[in-house]
């Protein structure tokens, strides 16, 4: 079997509190990179601006909390 692209689903899932919660995440910071955020992980491909993401996201980078209005 090959190796997910993003790693384990439910290791991700362990730094978030839904899937729904993690495209949202990721999707953010995603943009972000893209406007010229410095990435918080090492060895990573700066034109995968989502990859990126998802390996903050893996290591615990990136953090938010849920409120009414959306993720801060």
């Known amino acids: 079997m090959t190796e ?34 410095p990435e918080l992980t090492e060895n990573v491909n700066p034109n995968k601006p989502v990859s990126t993401a998802f390996a903050e996201v893996a290591t615990g980078k990136i ?4 409120t009414k209005e959306g993720i801060k």
């Open 63 to 66: 953090h938010y909390h849920r």
């Open 4 to 37: 997910p692209v993003f790693g384990d689903l439910d290791e991700l899932l362990k730094h978030v509190d839904s899937k729904f919660s993690l495209v949202n995440v990721v999707t953010k910071r995603a943009k972000q990179l893209n406007n010229g955020a």
